[in-house]
């Protein structure tokens, strides 16, 4: 039979394709899909489409939109071999975290991908982009189980687990990296699995979440923050939980003022988690006095966590009704092959 997979197109610059009247950049029409990547057809797969009306630019990604996504999925699950996910660029990396969260337990592909120049132009990343996605989200392992069973990000020349992904350049056509954890794929004449960083367990049952909270928020830490201004962050309304982005390996000032305020927050039952400011590297909050310090007011460490899994994460968690003392338990496990322990 043939591979089954589903496109659902959320926007971004991938799906714009050349006015050929006014020269302006429109969003791309599915029904035009084998026109405009005539290569599509050598696959042949049964490719059915569900489009977000209207089309979004990513810097417009809300919780909303990822439920609608994780919907699309569970309702069509049992219909399709894969699904691939047309996004833009900028909160790809969060719509990756949120979905390894909402769709845990899969057994089959989700691959998410866009573009850096529209599909429509002559050089182009988009048509090898979606091409390639589409073969991940078909392909099966010699026990014939798809070979990819998670949330992924296929950009370029490689395949990166969503929630171990970070948006680093907004230039280059491999836009994409995963700092902590190796790549799924790599992309050249072939395509190379890494089959020790694939999700092979056994047994996998598909649960959807689809409810959020969004009482979370971010704190950066940066020289000359003040006391004012940081007790007024932490003062935020409906707030539950933080991500405070440290220095280095999880630390932060020894300062009375600060730890105080830090201290202060988790007593009234603020979740904070700490997570680096760096790219590559692991928050180790016995490594420096800093750090030590800062984790005995009650900060959690998130580990290798990125920013963009940490912040959805807590979303997902709150949203599932847990409790404070729940969510921190969760927070120091990882669900969904977010972060190393």
Request: hydrophobic letters at 40%; glycine letters at 8%.
């Amino acid at each position: 039979m043939k591979p089954r997979i589903l496109i659902i197109y959320t926007g971004g610059t991938i799906g714009m394709i050349e006015d050929p009247a006014t020269k302006a950049l429109r969003p791309f029409d599915f029904s035009h899909l084998m026109e405009n990547v005539p290569k599509v057809k050598m696959l042949d797969y049964q490719i059915d489409n569900i489009q977000f009306a209207p089309p979004i630019d990513s810097s417009d990604m809300s919780p909303e939109h990822w439920q609608q996504i994780a919907s699309s999925i569970s309702d069509n699950y049992d219909s399709y071999d894969g699904f691939v996910v047309l996004h833009g660029t900028d909160t790809m990396a969060y719509t990756a975290s949120a979905l390894s969260f909402m769709l845990q337990g899969l057994s089959k592909p989700v691959i998410i991908t866009g573009s850096q120049l529209p599909i429509g132009e002559v050089r182009t990343d988009g048509e090898e982009n979606l091409i390639t996605a589409l073969q991940i989200a078909a392909a099966r392992a010699a026990d014939g189980r798809p070979m990819v069973q998670e949330v992924a990000i296929l950009f370029e020349n490689y395949l990166w687990r969503g929630d171990r992904s970070t948006k680093r350049s907004s230039d280059h056509f491999n836009a994409f990296k995963s700092n902590n954890y190796p790549y799924l794929a790599k992309i050249g004449l072939g395509i190379t699995y890494d089959q020790d960083a694939l999700d092979r367990r056994e047994n996998k049952r598909l649960k959807v979440f689809t409810r959020l909270d969004t009482s979370v928020m971010c704190i950066d830490l940066f020289p000359g923050l003040t006391e004012a201004t940081l007790r007024h962050q932490l003062a935020a309304p409906d707030i539950k939980g933080v991500v405070l982005r440290t220095y280095g390996a999880g630390n932060g000032p020894t300062a009375p003022w600060f730890l105080s305020a830090v201290k202060d927050a988790c007593d009234r039952g603020l979740v904070l988690l700490n997570v680096t400011q760096c790219v590559n590297g692991s928050v180790h909050s016995s490594r420096y006095q800093a750090g030590d310090l800062l984790s005995a007011t009650g900060v959690i460490s998130g580990h290798d966590i990125t920013f963009e899994a940490a912040i959805t994460k807590m979303m997902h968690l709150f949203g599932q009704g847990m409790s404070r003392a729940e969510v921190i338990e969760a927070l120091k496990n990882p669900l969904a092959g977010e972060m190393t322990v």
